[in-house]
């Protein structure tokens, strides 16, 4: 099977501007999460859907919004870009995201906001 | 809420040298809980994963980890480290009904020839 894939990998922004990242789970995974991984706060939960609706949200605030659509492809969008947005951006997929359950994890995508 | 904690930021040991990563977590009921590693510029690849029964995990790359709960652990060790070891290790956690992984702030390990 083939495994997580994200695009683009690499994106430079600048500030103000809005971006969307995409996810292709691997095949028959239901469940995407969508992590930022930053030097300073380390890897954090943003959010998590399941049949095209979102189970889960972190911490982040409203400028992060997601999606997904129903063949479990997922994209994610940061509005009103902002420096610390920048980031490591990785999704993850399992079967039904249930807690006991292996997350796989695609390269992420590396967002740099100037 | 949940947490992990991963106290060593940075270890460095020597090539065939055995190794001990360790990780403290909380959470109420039984945790589930993971070991990932991440290589420069890649994403994160499962090592090894704990829900229940036999609290001696084995996993990938030769890595093996061990869940005592009266310390709240769940250290990953490995026998004898190989050069292409050096990389980031995680560990994170979940729980029944979670939907997400609460991650550690990460050990990364070096390896010297």
């Known amino acids: 099977k083939a495994g997580v894939t994200q695009t683009p990998r690499y994106l430079i922004k600048t500030r103000g501007q809005q971006v969307t990242l995409s996810c292709s789970p691997i095949?028959?995974?239901?469940?995407v999460s969508w992590y930022q991984q930053t030097p300073g706060q380390g890897l954090q939960f943003l959010f998590e859907?399941?049949?095209?609706?979102?189970?889960n949200k972190g911490n982040f605030p409203g400028r992060f919004s997601g999606r997904q659509f129903s063949n479990s492809r997922s994209e994610m969008n940061v509005s009103t870009l902002e420096l610390g947005d920048s980031a490591l951006y990785l999704c993850?997929?399992?079967?039904?995201?249930?807690?006991?359950?292996?997350?796989?994890f695609g390269p992420g995508t590396r967002l740099l906001v100037l | 809420a949940q947490s992990v904690t991963q106290p060593d930021i940075h270890i460095t040991v020597s090539e065939g040298a055995s190794l001990e990563l360790r990780c403290n977590y909380s959470?109420?009921?039984?945790?589930?809980l993971f070991w990932y590693v991440q290589s420069p510029g890649q994403g994160l690849q499962l090592l090894l994963k704990?829900?229940?029964?036999?609290?001696l995990v084995q996993g990938i790359k030769g890595f093996e980890a061990e869940f005592k709960r009266s310390q709240s652990s769940f250290n990953l060790r490995k026998p004898s480290v190989h050069w292409s070891d050096a990389a980031e290790y995680f560990c994170?956690?979940?729980?029944?009904?979670?939907?997400?992984?609460?991650f550690g702030k990460g050990t990364k390990l070096s390896v010297i020839p």
């Open positions: 095949s028959g995974h239901r469940s």
């Open positions: 959470y109420g009921a039984t945790p589930y």
């Open positions: 994170a956690n979940s729980g029944a009904g979670s939907y997400q992984l609460t």
């Open positions: 859907y399941f049949s095209e609706t979102q189970r």
């Open positions: 993850a997929s399992s079967s039904l995201g249930g807690g006991e359950e292996t997350q796989y």
């Open positions: 704990y829900f229940s029964g036999d609290t």
